[in-house]
């Protein structure tokens, strides 16, 4: 009983000179979009994979990426985008804001991967996005998990968020998986308001705080 006493004693005497640090609170990269600001409680989370699932080709995906280079552009920050199926139109963009991204453009999902891997090391941008929107299902299904939990792993290490975008769930190592709802006309893009208008739904959230204060917007 006396060594066992003088153990915990001694756990009790480590835990007052060396307290362990409460977890901050997960810091987040603002879009000043305002519904997906909400859903996310304030921006696409720091350290952590976005999953962006946005099922229907008019859902407004190419809208949403535009706005968060001109949203770069405002807040004098660098966005890469990582292209990969090189479908990305800089003609929709201003050249101001494009002057505030680096964009790769790639042809097939694996060297999308492979490029987000080499920006994430850097970790010299805010926002990394990965659009993988427009490439074929079979060939998303021949990237394995391990290539997702790798990525994980590597924004865990840098101030940076990466959003990852296709067309159905398909990244385990995702924190934050959101849904796009929308499902717009040609009169609807014609709009220049309508990416204020994107839908966003909370599929699943890991992130260890705010967790619970997520809510889904319809």
């Known amino acids: 009983m006396g060594v066992t006493n003088k153990i915990v004693d001694l756990r009790k005497l480590l835990a007052q000179r060396f307290p362990h640090p409460t977890a901050p609170a997960t810091s987040v990269l603002p879009t000043s ?9 304030g921006g696409l989370p720091k350290n952590a994979i976005t999953e962006l699932i946005s099922p ?8 949403l990426i535009h706005t968060l280079v001109r949203s770069a552009q405002r807040d004098r920050h660098f966005v890469a985008l990582i ?13 101001w804001a ?3 991204l680096l964009w790769v453009r790639c042809r097939k999902a694996i060297d999308a991967v492979k490029a987000a891997d080499l920006l994430l090391r850097d970790g010299n941008f805010p926002l990394v996005i990965v659009d993988l929107a427009l490439n074929a299902p079979e060939e998303l299904r021949k990237i394995p998990q391990t290539s997702w939990y790798r990525l994980q792993r590597l924004v865990e290490a840098v101030p940076s968020a990466c959003l990852v975008i296709n067309r159905q769930s398909m990244v385990s190592s995702a924190q934050l998986k959101i849904v796009l709802e929308n499902s717009w006309t040609l009169a609807d893009l014609e709009k220049e308001s ?3 208008h994107l839908r966003f739904r909370v599929q699943r959230s890991h992130l260890r705080s705010e967790a619970g204060q997520r809510s889904q917007i319809s």
Do not use: K
Request: glycine share 8%; charged share 20%; aromatic share 8%.
């Open 33 to 41: 979009i305002e519904f997906l600001d909400q859903v996310t409680v």
């Open 194 to 196: 309508a990416v204020w």
């Open 98 to 100: 494009l002057q505030h």
């Open 83 to 95: 292209d990969g199926s090189d479908s990305f139109d800089p003609g929709s963009s201003d050249n």
């Open 56 to 63: 229907r080709p008019s859902a407004g995906s190419a809208s």
